[in-house]
């Protein structure tokens, strides 16, 4: 997989951002009802075609990461488990630690991936590299008057047809914390739904500015 770094110039900041926003926001499901659409550009309302089935997290649940070579549990789950390639359509992870060989065979080659990474900007440059096929994009973020930059968050958005799932654990996407240290894995599914409006709260706020 070839990467590329498109250069953090002043000229590039500002599309870099709306590229970055525009992977996030392709293909978005059901954020508006069908009303939003004339008859003439009729558009099938995924939420409210498609059949809902049970969510698989809906009150959210905390597991351990399954070790290599032990039996499987109601307990424990490899990363297979959390992010359901076969059903997954895009995904924005975070992680301290990346190891993009053993990550990429977790998920179909034509899933759109977004992964913001710690990275060293003393040696390292801040931006975003791309994949040449355009379904992989890695971020090496801004880290603006700290001094110490660090990004350690293990987060997980994954978009399915009719919810979203958020995941947050202490396992890097390495091999070694998914098979030999075991660590937790927090999950709750979303049910995207249009029609419901939540007062947002300060977690939501911190992780949409995220």
């Known amino acids: 997989m070839s990467i590329q770094l498109n250069q953090n110039d002043s000229d590039s900041d500002k599309s870099e951002l709306d590229r ?7 293909d978005v499901i059901c954020i508006s009802d069908s009303s939003d659409f004339s008859d003439d550009d009729a558009q099938p309302s995924i939420c409210n075609d498609l059949p809902q089935p049970e969510l698989p997290f809906p009150d959210g649940t905390v597991k ?31 992680t301290f630690v990346l190891d993009m060989e053993w990550l990429k065979p977790h998920f179909r080659a034509d899933t759109k991936l977004v992964i913001v990474q710690s990275y060293n900007p003393n040696v390292e440059p801040q931006g ?20 110490y930059p660090i990004m350690h968050s293990k987060i997980m958005l994954l978009f399915y047809d009719t919810y979203v799932r958020f995941v947050a654990s202490s396992a890097n996407l390495i091999e070694i914390d998914w098979t030999v240290m075991q660590n937790a894995v927090f999950i709750q599914d979303i049910r995207f739904d249009g029609s419901q409006i939540f007062e947002c ?10």
């Open 201 to 210: 709260t300060q977690f939501g706020s911190t992780l949409a500015q995220a």
């Open 64 to 94: 351990l990461t399954r070790m290599s070579g032990e039996n499987k549990s109601n307990d424990c789950v490899t990363l297979t488990d959390v992010v359901q390639p076969d059903k997954l359509r895009k995904a924005l992870l975070t």
């Open 128 to 147: 975003v590299l791309q994949s040449s096929d355009g379904l992989t994009t890695i971020v090496n973020p801004e880290f603006a008057g700290v001094k």
């Open 20 to 26: 970055f926003d525009q992977l996030m926001s392709d």
